[in-house]
């Protein structure tokens, strides 16, 4: 049997730009997790934020940035069966400039062996089939992120939990 390949997308070929402008990405995050807060609840997660009340704008596409932080988010409430999902704003301590954003949660947590896999197009984790997706989120989040000058990031333990980090420039 001939395998199908798929063309990649211009996000998975580094070919796409986006129009940055000043961005409050506390107003971002808090909106995003306003968002799930229900839909947590209704399967008994916690879903917080740890975010300062304000903090200087820095330079992201607001509608891309929060499309990436809606997949992120998304993920932690779908792969989470029981705890939390804490979002943390991080702000360098001088300025307060943030410098990077993290979604913690306490989820099934991804195999070592499989962590650089999850950032490929219609990759997930074995096991968690049992989730609705077609594994682009995380794709789509790292294109997005690579666009805007960020580093997107993730750690996780099996039966703990995964974090996700956004650095930004």
């Known amino acids: 049997m001939t395998p199908i390949v798929f063309p990649q997308s211009p996000i998975e070929r580094g070919e796409i730009t986006v129009d940055v402008s000043d961005t409050d990405v506390v107003a971002v995050a808090a909106r995003v997790v306003e968002q799930y807060r229900s839909r947590a609840a209704a399967k008994g997660l916690r879903l917080f934020a740890i975010l300062p009340e304000s903090a200087p704008t820095i330079p992201l596409n607001a509608a891309r940035f929060e499309q990436v932080l809606r997949h992120l988010v998304d993920n932690a409430v779908k792969f989470t069966g029981k705890g939390s999902i804490k979002v943390t704003l991080v702000t360098e301590a001088?300025?307060?400039?943030?410098?990077?954003?993290?979604?913690?949660d306490t989820g099934i947590g991804i195999p070592a062996d499989r962590l650089d896999q999850i950032f490929m197009s219609f990759e997930q984790v074995e096991g968690s089939s049992r989730h609705s997706g077609v594994g682009l989120g995380l794709t789509l989040a790292l294109g997005l992120c690579d666009a805007m000058g960020c580093r997107l990031t993730a750690a996780s333990e099996i039966g703990v939990g995964s974090r996700f980090t956004v650095r930004f420039r």
Do not use: E, G, M, N
Not at 94 to 104: E, F, G, N, V, Y
């Open 94 to 104: 001088d300025t307060k400039r943030p410098s990077r954003l993290i979604i913690a």
